[in-house]
C-alpha cells in the first residue's frame, strides 16, 4: 500500500501548478500550490501516509461535516425541518436556488446549508467557536489543533456572499440567531487547520460504523453513520458531486483549502490535499489522486460486494 501510495504522487507530480488555489480568501491566496500529501487510516488502526501528509492546511469545507455531526447529536432528526438532504447541482456559494427554494437550503454541505447548521449550533453552544475546535480535537485525537484567526478575519472581511445567504434566509424565518456572530463562528470552523494524519483520524468514525477508532468513542449511530456517508456520496463535492462519484464512488467531502476527505465504508478513512482548485472549488490533483487509487484499489462503493 506504501508503494501504490508513493507511486500514485510521483505519477501525479508534473501535474501540481495546475488550477488556481482559494484566492478569493485573501490569506489563503499565498498558500504554496505544488504541495501534495495524502493518509489513509485503516479500521484495524494502520496508518499510511506519503507526501506532505503532516503538514497543517485550512480545512474550509471539511469542517461541513464535523458542524453536521455536532448537530446531529443534539438536535437528532429535527434538523431536518431547517434543511434538506438533496444534491444542489449548483456551487458552493450560490444564491439563486436559496430565493427560488424559500430559504431552505438543500443541504448541509453547501454554504448555505452550512449556514444554517452553524445557527443551530449557535443556539445550543454557550461558545460555539470552541466547542467546535473541542469537537475537531477529540475527533482527530490532536490537542493542538487550532483556528487560524488570520483566516477566520479575511474571510469575515470578504463576507459578502456569505453574509448575503444568511439574511436571505432570515428573512425567511430560517435563522434565528445574530447574523454577524454565526459568521463569526462559521468563519472559524472553515479556519480551523489541521493535516491529512490529523484528518483522517478526524472521520474515522465514518469508516467504522460511527465509533472513534482511537478511546472507542461512539460518536454517531450506524444509522446516522450511512445517513452523513450518504449526503457526502451525493453532495460533498458541490456541484461536482456526480463526477466524483463517477471518478472516485466513495462518500467525499472538499473544502477550498483544498483537502477532501473520504470514506471507504468499513475500511478506510482518507485525506488528500494539494490546495490549487478545478473550477467547481474541488483540489484537481487530490480528485486525480483519488480516482487513481479508487480504480487500483476497486473502492468505488458501486463495484459488486465482494464478501
Ligand atoms: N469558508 C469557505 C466559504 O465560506 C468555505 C467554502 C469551501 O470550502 N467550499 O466560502
Known sequence: MQVLLESILDEVRPLLGQGQVANYIPALADVDPCQLGIAMLGTDGTLYQAGDADTPFSIQS??????LVQAISHAGETLWERLGHEPSGQAFNSLVQLEFEQGRPRNPFINAGAL???????????????????????????????SDTAVADSEYQH???????????QSFGNFHN????????????CALTASCVDLVRGVSFLANNG????GDETILTPR??????????TSGL??????????VGLPGKSGVGGGIV???????????WSPALNASGNSLVGMIVLERLSEHLGWSVFSPILS
Not at 473520504?262 to 488528500?272: E, N, Q
Open 159 to 169: 463576507r459578502a456572499r456569505n453574509a448575503s445567504m444568511a439574511y436571505l434566509m
Open 238 to 247: 458541490y456541484d461536482e458531486a456526480g463526477n466524483f462519484a463517477y471518478r
Open 224 to 233: 446516522q453513520t450511512q445517513q452523513v456517508n450518504a449526503i457526502m456520496a
Open 211 to 214: 465509533r472513534c477508532l482511537h
Open 262 to 272: 473520504a470514506v471507504v465504508p468499513g475500511r478506510y478513512s482518507l485525506c488528500v
Open 116 to 146: 444554517v447548521i452553524a445557527d443551530i449550533n449557535q443556539s445550543r453552544y454557550a461558545a460555539p467557536i470552541l466547542s467546535m475546535r473541542d469537537l475537531v480535537r477529540r475527533l482527530t485525537d490532536n490537542p493542538h489543533i487550532i
Open 178 to 189: 445574530d447574523v454577524e456572530a454565526v459568521l463569526k463562528s462559521y468563519f472559524h470552523h
Open 62 to 67: 471539511i469542517s461541513k461535516v464535523f458542524g
